[in-house]
């Protein structure tokens, strides 16, 4: 008769967790030229962020981007840098979040939760290997950008499948689709917004919701993001009643000769003040966690913007962060992807 005993020098093999693997986008080491560098060279050389082919971007990007570069977006980390635990804004949060996350599920056995980002540390690759190790399965990937875009949402699904090519033993893979016109998601950004608008000492004449740019070629070629960030606008303008003509879509953080999405968030300020308006509010939608964008660019430089250009009252609101509203939407949308797995 056979023996279908494990043998006695079988290695133990821990298996039956769910892992879930909150990520966004990443962060440098530091604000010094070369931690600025890494970080950069990483980001800026992903095919879906850069589609100029090779022979023109590598020399471009090694030759002049990556010489100068480091040097200005290290001083604007630098105005935004979480000193006390020597790390940038996006890694504080994320990794609260994931941790509040973890804590919300806990009453759910077997389920493991970590954090990882695309560009930086920690990569993907090694918390994917570290929730394998602690026995994970089954792993859902949550991307934390509300609309999708190639450059964006399916760079960390190529993350998370390369790092899946490189074992032996893959463990089932889940991942979490664009939550851009969820009701998780738009109640969560009309609570949030809605509280941080009453707390101002001033009304807004406008209020403006700001997503990050992309190139216009993008979306020529199919990019659903455009059409993403516009329906979440509109949806969280009915959500919180403001009327549509004092409400505005528009997009920033544009880089380079090409155009971008448009009506930019620069010159959209830059109009409003002209045409007499003197009270705004500025909240960004696309993004889950403040960041560089959210707290020097549209905290910074775009008030000033605004403020010279005639304006007199500006305000940006915080992202959700890992706040009660934001930290119930997250547990939402994961709770539902995790459905026949927990």
């Known amino acids: 008769m056979t023996d279908f005993q494990r043998p006695a020098d079988h290695p ?3 298996r039956g967790k769910v892992g879930v693997l909150v990520v966004n986008l990443g962060t440098p080491d530091g604000t010094g030229y070369w931690p600025m560098r890494r970080y950069l060279k990483e980001f800026l050389s992903d095919r879906r962020v850069i589609e100029t082919p090779r022979a023109i971007w590598w020399p471009v990007l090694n030759l002049v981007i990556l010489t100068t570069r480091p040097g200005r977006s290290g ?3 630098e105005k935004v840098w979480n000193r006390e635990r020597n790390e940038s804004p996006l890694r504080t949060i994320t990794r609260a979040q994931g941790e509040k996350l973890g804590e919300r599920l806990a009453g759910n056995a077997g389920v493991v939760v970590d954090w990882a980002m695309r560009y930086g540390e920690p990569s993907i690759a090694s918390r994917i290997a570290a929730l394998t190790a602690a026995g994970c399965d089954r792993l859902l990937v949550v991307p934390l950008y509300p609309q999708y875009s190639a450059t964006t949402t399916a760079t960390v699904n190529d993350a998370a499948f390369d ?9 089932a893979l889940r991942t979490v689709p664009a939550f851009h016109d969820d009701p998780a998601y738009i109640g969560a950004l009309a609570a949030s917004t809605r509280r941080h608008l009453d707390s101002l000492d001033f009304e807004p004449e406008v209020l ?13 070629k199919g990019d659903p993001y455009h059409c993403h960030a516009m329906k979440t606008g509109r949806l969280l303008a009915e959500a919180l009643g403001w009327p549509a003509e004092r409400f505005e879509v528009t997009f ?8 971008w999405l448009k009506p930019y ?3 959209t300020l830059k109009s409003l003040a002209a045409s007499g308006v003197r009270r705004v509010a500025v909240t960004t939608p696309g993004f889950v966690a403040d960041c560089l ?7 910074g430089e775009n008030r000033e913007v605004f403020l010279h250009a005639g304006g007199e009252k500006y305000a940006a609101i915080p992202c959700l962060n890992d706040s009660d509203e934001g930290m119930a939407m997250i547990e939402a949308i994961v709770r539902r992807e995790l459905s026949g797995w927990v």
């Open 252 to 259: 920033q953080s544009r880089f380079g000769p090409a155009e």
């Open 163 to 171: 790092a899946l090519k490189a074992m032996r033993w893959q463990p």
């Open 12 to 14: 133990a093999v821990a």
């Open 208 to 220: 403006i919701a700001s997503f990050h740019g992309l190139p216009k070629a993008y979306f020529d």
């Open 293 to 299: 964008e959210t707290l020097e660019e549209i905290a």
């Open 265 to 267: 968030t620069d010159e």
């Open 75 to 77: 001083k604007l980390y």
